[in-house]
C-alpha cells in the first residue's frame, strides 16, 4: 500500500527557512512524478513544485520561484521542499503527492495526483 507521511513545518518568521519532508512507502518513489502543493481555508490547493520522473526537471510556481527548492533522496525514498525567505502570504497546509503518470501540462493540477500526505501546517508571522 502506497503511503506518504509528511514531517517539518510549524512557525517561522518572515525571511526565515523551513524544510518539509515526505517518505514515501509502499512504491518507489523515483518512477513517480512527485509534487508539493499548499492550501489555505476557502482556496483551491495550489502547486508549489513538483518533479519530472522522466528527467528529473523540476517545476515551481511564479510564487515561490528563487525561493524554495524541491529535491530527493532515492536511497531513503523522501522528497524534500526546502523553503527560504519564507513571506507570510506563505502560510498554509502543505501537502506531498505523488502520480503515477506525469504530464507536463497538467503539473500543476492536483487531479494529476494518486496519492497525498496528511499535510503538515507552515505559518509566518512575526
Known amino acids: 500500500q502506497v503511503q506518504l507521511v509528511q514531517s517539518g513545518g510549524g512557525l517561522v518568521q518572515p525571511g526565515g527557512s523551513l524544510r518539509l519532508s515526505c517518505a514515501a512507502s509502499?512504491?518507489?518513489?523515483?518512477?513517480?512524478?512527485m509534487a508539493w502543493f499548499r492550501q489555505t481555508p476557502g482556496k483551491e490547493r495550489e502547486a508549489v513544485s513538483c518533479?519530472?520522473?522522466?528527467?528529473?526537471?523540476?517545476f515551481y510556481s511564479d510564487s515561490v520561484k528563487g525561493r524554495f527548492t524541491i529535491s530527493r533522496d532515492n536511497a531513503k525514498n523522501t522528497i524534500y521542499l526546502q523553503m527560504d525567505s519564507l513571506k507570510p502570504e506563505d502560510t498554509a497546509i502543505y501537502y506531498c503527492?505523488?502520480?503515477?503518470?506525469?504530464?507536463?501540462?497538467?503539473?500543476?493540477?492536483?487531479?494529476?495526483?494518486?496519492?497525498w500526505g496528511q499535510g503538515t501546517q507552515v505559518t509566518v508571522d512575526s
Open positions: 503527492a505523488a502520480a503515477y503518470n506525469f504530464y507536463r501540462s497538467s503539473w500543476n493540477s492536483p487531479h494529476m495526483y494518486d496519492f
Open positions: 509502499g512504491y518507489a518513489l523515483e518512477f513517480y512524478s
Open positions: 518533479f519530472s520522473p522522466s528527467d528529473g526537471r523540476a
